[in-house]
């Protein structure tokens, strides 16, 4: 289901001559909802009314989790009102004081949420993004074959999705697509084929692209927050770039080959010019623009410093002789070392508020930043909520003793291929944030129940989390592009059907071979 990303704005779709609507029935959405509040809010009583063999404490989070992930999955709530809800629970029936429970909403998590929303905010406000997408498929030789310009589609998605919600970065390139389309159509030998291909290459390589940084999307966020939380370890911004990057890539890659496969048999198209008319290329920077360049610039350079600070050994930090110079760069290199990711992020966005732009106003005003996705920073602190309440009962413990009884799953490599492969699958039908939130504890957890670090197993199921491609409702990306009438849903199915068997295989292969590499 949908995955909040938030950023999206209004979307111009196309119809095609069969066009596919994905509006749902109103009065068919709200008896859904009805229903699923009805069976969370059953779960609920039932679990907290039958005799369990539990403590009391875990006996009560039990029905809480029964409530949240049946709301979750249901989407009976908005999901951010549901991770509410579950932090009002657990203080009400005495599972964590009140303190405790909404401590998450002051994690360091939360505000580089805040940072990175706000930086691609004012991307998008000033358009940013469209010229950077505009740039990428007006190279010349994207031009030239059928395969160039799909690859050149899918650079762009994969790239801008990394920094911008991956919603965000479908609705960029939509329109551009579709006009691609309308202007290469008469000139293809099976047209639909293309466009079916083009429209699937945008939406897929916006979610193979958002796990490439940690601030792409959201479960990659979640992941770090409870590896810092309840698993003590600190994954860097560089750190996790080169352990997804080449996952994302490999990914690419598949994507790539299976849309040759579509157009292998087009002949060359020329003449990109007439088909593509591009908007920003032609016109300067506009002052914003610049601004956000300056501030996003000065937030990645801080987050890349922090990586390279990481990778100097310590005894190069302190010389028997040290002088002047040794003596400063060993204190900046130490304080690159311990700056939180949190912090360039949030110089960044306050810089948008205090570089002007035209008319001397801000780059970045309040009310485009009442834009932002305020309900997954909501969504996020009520799963960190939930996590810590799981571990803090000792309910983690008894579902890990579980889990572990499923074969290999107490070693990391099973552990790990378990978590990826049911977040692939889960996260057909679960927003990937909401995901994110239910799996990642239960992996947490029965990592520690078996003795393994639990680096491999919860960057497998995070970055599991990003990849639905099966259904239109899997993910808001899927449903830009299943609107325009090109992508039967057979189709969307089967091309999601061969990805989601291909994802566990690079996520898992990937990690393994990078893991003493980087340090995992």
């Not at 293809?188 to 291909?197: H, K, N, Q």
Request: proline content about 6%; charged content about 10%.
């Amino acid at each position: 289901m949908s995955t909040h990303e938030g950023g999206l704005k209004s979307v111009q779709v196309h119809k095609g001559d069969k066009g596919q609507g994905t509006g749902d029935n109103g009065k068919g959405l709200q008896r859904l909802q009805l229903v699923g509040l009805t069976i969370a809010f059953a779960s609920f009583f039932l679990l907290l009314l039958l005799p369990i063999n539990l403590p009391t404490s875990q006996h009560r989070l039990l029905a809480v989790l029964g409530l949240t992930f049946t709301c979750w999955v249901t989407e009976a709530l908005p999901l951010p009102v549901t991770a509410l809800l579950a932090m009002l629970l657990c203080v009400v029936l005495g599972i964590l004081p009140a303190k405790q429970a909404f401590a998450p909403l002051g994690n360091p998590v939360i505000f580089l949420f805040l940072g990175a929303f706000l930086l691609a905010e004012s991307v998008r406000t000033h358009e940013l993004d469209r010229r950077i997408v505009e740039w990428l498929l007006s190279r010349e030789r994207i031009a030239r074959t059928p395969l160039r310009i799909l690859a050149g589609f899918a650079v762009a998605a994969w790239s801008v999705s990394g920094w911008m919600s991956n919603t965000a970065t479908t609705a960029t390139l939509y329109p551009l697509a579709w006009q691609t389309f309308q202007g290469l159509r008469f000139r293809l030998t099976r047209p639909e084929s293309f466009g079916l291909a083009l429209m699937l290459v945008c939406a897929y390589a916006s979610s193979i692209g958002g796990i490439i940084t940690p601030i792409g999307t959201p479960p990659n966020l979640i992941g770090l927050g409870f590896l810092a939380e309840q698993g003590n370890v600190h994954i860097g911004f560089l750190q996790w770039m080169l352990a997804a990057m080449p996952i994302g890539a490999l990914m690419l890659v598949c994507l790539l080959i299976i849309a040759w496969l579509r157009v292998r048999k087009e002949l060359g198209v020329r003449d990109w010019g007439s088909v593509l008319t591009t908007q920003r290329l032609g016109t300067p920077l506009t002052k914003g623009e610049r601004n956000t360049l300056i501030a996003f610039g000065t937030a990645i350079s801080l987050w890349l410093l922090s990586g390279l600070a990481s990778l100097i050994p310590e005894k190069y930090l302190h010389a028997h002789t040290p002088t002047l110079l040794h003596s400063f760069a060993s204190q900046a290199v130490t304080f690159f070392k311990e700056l939180p990711e949190a912090v360039p992020a949030l110089l960044g966005a306050v810089m948008l508020f205090v570089l002007p732009a035209e008319e001397g106003k801000p780059t970045l005003s309040w009310k485009d930043a009442q834009r932002i996705d305020w309900g997954t920073i909501l969504l996020f602190a009520g799963g960190l909520a939930l996590g810590d309440a799981i571990f803090q009962t000792g309910l983690a413990k008894r579902i890990s003793e579980l889990v572990t009884k499923l074969p290999f799953a107490d070693t990391q490599l099973g552990l790990t291929i378990w978590g990826t492969s049911i977040a692939v699958w889960f996260t057909e039908l679960v927003s990937n944030t909401a995901a994110a939130n239910i799996l990642v504890p239960i992996v947490l957890a029965t990592a520690k129940e078996a003795q393994i670090s639990p680096t491999l197993p919860v960057l497998g199921t995070v970055i599991g989390c990003s990849f639905a491609f099966m259904l239109p409702i899997a993910t808001p990306p899927n449903a830009v592009v299943y609107a325009s009438g090109l992508v039967p849903i057979r189709q969307m199915m089967l091309w999601g059907f061969v990805l989601d068997i291909l994802s566990p295989i690079v996520i898992v292969a990937t990690l393994f071979s990078l893991a003493t590499i980087l340090g995992l």
